[in-house]
């Protein structure tokens, strides 16, 4: 299309500003403005970076003219500036939001920390897209989520899924949280089971069979997932290895040849070719892929930072029918430069 949708970011933390970043690759739309709370180093940045600043209300505008820094109107006039807003504020903080958005009438893409229920419909773009064409309100679900639902997703075509079990070893906090842990301990968290995870899969995914357990480690690089997926037939591991290695947003690494067998080491080499290190793409080790008659079991694991970034473009694409399926993710994919090896 000859003209570029606007796009108005509302937080620009971990994920508003990988998402501004990656909007700014896209040759259909741009980025309106964001919204700050305050003037820190993130505020800085998008300065330097050309974005347009708003805040919240003129009370908090306040600080950012005390800091030296433009602000462009509040909340209400980046809405009325934009074609579809992005909700990247923190947990619970999107669904405040919700009834000024209804009453300005514009499309949203809401993230996981939300409720299911903030949005007409989950998202993931390899399994749902196209039913969640020209809806107003989306939400993109989890990191974890999203790992979870790319590997189930290139996988359902193979043969009838009777069960899906996941462990999710989860992170502890993003890099730059200071007051978040544990910092010497494993937490059962949620202690139910199944946890969180498998109701948000059904969101998208109906009629899938998923328990899933969880537990938090002190480390802030990556989620783990330790996945087992009962078919109805039995499973040849050649199969499974095929698909996975031409199923988009999908790394396989072979932890023996590369001798990549952590977290640490999985970004270490993402940092030596990939902006900002981020790893858009699920990673899932081929050697530990296991094969019991109709029983797989692997680990894959999931940059938390950064793996749904390419999952709101394509929702920006969805909500505004702007390109179909196939078409949205290959040009994200190439766009932001999304390939099938690390480094």
Known sequence: MSKKVKVGINGFGTIGKRIAMAINKQNDMSVSGIIKKRPDYNAYYAVEKGFKIYAVSEKEAEAFQKAGIEVRGTLVDLIKESDIII???????????????????????????????????????????????????????????????????????????????????????????????????????????????????????????????????????????????????????????????????????????????????LMDAARLGREKGDINELVIFEDSITIEKNELQFFQAVHQESIVIPENIDAIRASLKLAQKLESIKETDRTLGLTKRLY
């Open 87 to 265: 909700d990247a504020t923190p947990g619970g903080i999107g669904e405040t939001y919700r009834p000024l958005y209804s009453e300005l009438d514009i499309n949203v893409i809401y993230q996981g920390g939300e409720r299911a229920s903030v949005a007409e419909g989950s998202f993931n773009a390899l399994c749902n897209y196209d039913e969640s064409m020209g809806k107003k309100t989306l939400r993109v679900v989890s990191c974890n989520t999203t790992g979870l639902l790319r590997s189930i997703c290139a996988l359902k075509d193979l043969a009838e899924i009777k069960k899906v079990d996941a462990v999710l070893i989860r992170r502890g906090a993003d890099p730059p949280e200071i007051k978040k842990g544990p910092i010497n301990a494993i937490t059962i968290n949620p202690p139910t089971i199944p946890s969180h995870h498998a109701h948000d899969v059904k969101t998208v995914l109906p009629w899938v069979n998923i328990s899933t357990a969880a537990v938090v480690v002190p480390t802030t690089l990556m989620h783990v997932h330790h996945v087992t997926i009962r078919f109805k037939h039995n499973i040849k591991k050649n199969e499974i290895i095929e698909i996975l290695n031409a199923y988009p947003r999908i790394i396989m690494v072979d932890s023996k040849s590369t001798k990549i067998e952590s977290t640490a080491q």
